[in-house]
């Protein structure tokens, strides 16, 4: 079982940064690929950016290549957004996401454990 916490949202203003974290339990985090999804109000979830167990393999949606960096620290059992320039239309709720398989996956069920979320706005 594999738990996962988000934090690092809140209010920021267009072109403003901020940096989510998703701190995971167990022992075996190091192995798993990692995703950030979100969420806006009624829009379904979406792919963010994904990051594999050793951090060889990134990968990021279009809206966000350029302005996001996934990273991750294996010893620490912490995966981390850095959002840059946002923009309004980033806002939503984020969702940090464990793919035991390692799959590198863009798809929402190939995720096996999910946060419980944390909030961005962004305003213009």
């Known amino acids: 079982q594999v738990q996962l916490v988000e934090s690092g949202g809140g209010l920021v203003q267009a072109g403003g940064s901020l940096r989510l974290s998703c701190a995971a339990s167990?022992?075996?985090?190091?192995?798993?690929?990692m995703g950030w999804f979100r969420q806006a109000p009624g829009k379904e979830r979406e792919f963010v950016a994904l990051?594999?167990?050793?951090?060889?393999?990134?990968d990021y949606a279009d809206s966000v290549k350029g302005r996001f960096s996934i990273s991750r620290d294996n010893a620490k059992n912490t995966v981390y957004l850095q959002m840059s320039s946002l923009k309004p239309e980033d806002t939503a709720v984020y969702y940090c996401?464990?793919?035991?398989?390692?799959?590198?996956?863009?798809?929402?069920?190939?995720?096996?454990?999910w946060g419980q979320g944390t909030q961005v706005t962004v305003s213009s």
């Open positions: 990051i594999s167990w050793s951090g060889g393999t990134l």
């Open positions: 996401a464990a793919d035991v398989a390692g799959r590198n996956s863009r798809r929402r069920d190939e995720y096996d454990y």
């Open positions: 167990g022992p075996t985090f190091s192995s798993h690929g």
